[in-house]
């Protein structure tokens, strides 16, 4: 078995276990149970098409495809960046009462004004 045979049958097992990975993430987008799980989903979703761009990339000896797979996660990155910050400020509906860790969120999303900044001042002076 030649080295170029060996990455042959080595793609295609990626390829093979990429496409399960795919399937199950999509399982998983598609029921939930919660949007945290299916934004982590979606994240995965970008990872295993990395992985694919990757592997075809390695298949075909074509070197743009690297450039795609960084910007690709690159623009996931960002996306997951974008749905934990809608999760934490807008994310709940309006029949959700208020929950243990409401204080923590909004003082983590909500920056202080100037007003606030010369509260907080006043207060170690006393």
């Given at each position: 078995?030649?080295?170029?045979?060996?990455?042959?049958?080595?793609?295609?097992?990626?390829?093979?276990?990429?496409?399960?990975?795919?399937?199950?993430?999509?399982?998983?987008?598609?029921?939930g149970?919660?949007?945290?799980?299916?934004?982590?989903?979606?994240?995965?979703?970008?990872?295993?098409?990395?992985?694919?761009?990757?592997?075809?990339?390695?298949k075909t000896?074509?070197?743009?495809?690297?450039?795609?797979?960084?910007?690709?996660?690159?623009?996931?990155?960002?996306?997951?960046?974008?749905?934990?910050?809608?999760?934490?400020?807008?994310?709940?509906?309006?029949?959700?009462?208020?929950?243990?860790?409401?204080?923590?969120?909004?003082?983590?999303?909500?920056?202080?004004?100037?007003?606030?900044?010369?509260?907080?001042?006043?207060?170690?002076?006393?």
């Amino acid at each position: 078995m030649g080295a170029a045979e060996f990455l042959d049958w080595s793609v295609q097992i990626a390829l093979v276990i990429l496409s399960l990975a795919f399937l199950g993430t999509v399982f998983k987008v598609i029921r939930g149970p919660t949007l945290p799980d299916r934004i982590l989903a979606l994240d995965m979703l970008v990872a295993t098409a990395i992985g694919f761009i990757a592997a075809i990339g390695i298949k075909t000896g074509f070197t743009l495809y690297v450039d795609i797979a960084i910007t690709l996660g690159l623009v996931g990155f960002l996306a997951t960046v974008a749905f934990a910050r809608f999760v934490l400020t807008r994310g709940r509906s309006e029949n959700d009462g208020p929950s243990e860790d409401d204080d923590m969120t909004q003082d983590a999303v909500i920056m202080p004004d100037a007003a606030q900044f010369s509260e907080i001042g006043e207060a170690k002076k006393k």
